[in-house]
């Protein structure tokens, strides 16, 4: 009864032992694999002189209109023009102000937690033309009587607008 007690003893240290081991070599060759966050990477020999050309492109070559015969209280098509060489790319975001008393004013929008699909629209590169249609009775409701304008952002800095009447 002793001698099993001693053999499965020693077959349980031995098992210990070779898991020990296995461990201590894993370890030691993920080490190996992995990169030294320690060492210092010499940038001296990179060349970091990349020509990247500058995209020119003029707000004087982008022409929006109203697509005749699609104008409503509720929306229209709209039709943007970009005679640039590098067209401009455009997003469904837009704004409308309404003249009041001779100032443009910000139409408020009906729910101002209202959100715009985030995508690119690009010109045809035949046409150098892109048409969607805007339904802004869901976001500003149907627009009354009155002189308006319809504001798409270019870029950060530029805007584009064309101006519309309601009767």
């Known amino acids: 009864m002793k001698k099993g007690i001693l053999i499965f003893s020693i077959i349980i240290c031995v098992i210990i032992l070779i898991i020990i081991f296995i461990m201590y070599w894993r370890r030691n060759t993920a080490n190996e694999l992995s990169p030294n966050l320690n060492t210092t990477v010499s940038t001296e ?69 209202y959100i715009v699909d985030a995508i690119a629209l690009m010109v045809d590169p035949n046409t150098h033309e892109i048409e969607f249609d805007i339904d802004w009775s869901k976001v500003f409701g149907e627009l009354e009587n009155g002189r308006y304008m319809l504001v798409k952002e270019l870029d950060y800095q530029d805007y584009i607008t064309v101006e519309f009447n309601i009767e």
């Open 45 to 113: 020999n990179l060349n970091y002189d990349i020509d990247i050309p500058e995209i020119e492109r003029s707000k004087d070559k982008v022409k929006m209109t109203i697509k005749e015969g699609t104008l409503t209280r509720n929306g229209a098509t709209v039709i943007i023009h970009d005679d640039n060489e590098n067209p401009y790319i455009y997003g469904n975001d837009y704004l409308i102000y309404r003249m009041e008393e001779n100032e443009w004013k910000l139409v408020e929008p009906i729910d101002p937690d």
